[in-house]
């Protein structure tokens, strides 16, 4: 059975940091791409960043130079490092795996249970 696990959300001010961590098993990690995925309140799902097997990144245009995704196949996780966070970051956070990750999560097989990421100004 697939399992991935989102932790490292939390409540922090306007400025500061958080690094997410989502942890797979169940799966051959390092065939899958991997995406972060965020949803706010009243608004629609948003890919945040995504990472393929071999290293290439993606990121929105709303989280360039600020996010940093990676991921250490040896752990079988990803990790999404968000610097200068923004009260508008603020969303529940999700781990997905797939084939290929796009922004309408057309090819994700798995979701995480989501992280809350909240930005206080």
């Known amino acids: 059975q697939v399992h991935l696990v989102e932790s490292g959300g939390g409540l922090v001010l306007a400025g500061g940091s958080l690094r997410l961590s989502c942890a797979a098993s169940g799966l051959t990690f390092g065939i899958y791409a991997i995406g972060w995925y965020r949803q706010a309140p009243g608004k629609e799902r948003e890919l945040a960043a995504a990472i393929s097997s071999g290293g290439r990144t993606v990121y929105a245009d709303s989280v360039k130079g600020r996010f940093t995704i990676s991921r250490d196949n040896a752990k079988n996780t990803v990790y999404l490092q968000m610097n200068s966070l923004e009260p508008e970051d603020t969303a529940v956070y999700y781990c997905?795996?797939?084939?290929?990750?796009?922004?309408?999560?057309?090819?994700?097989?798995?979701w995480g249970q989501g992280t809350q990421v909240t930005v206080s100004s």
């Open positions: 997905a795996a797939g084939s290929f990750i796009t922004t309408q999560a057309v090819g994700v097989n798995y």
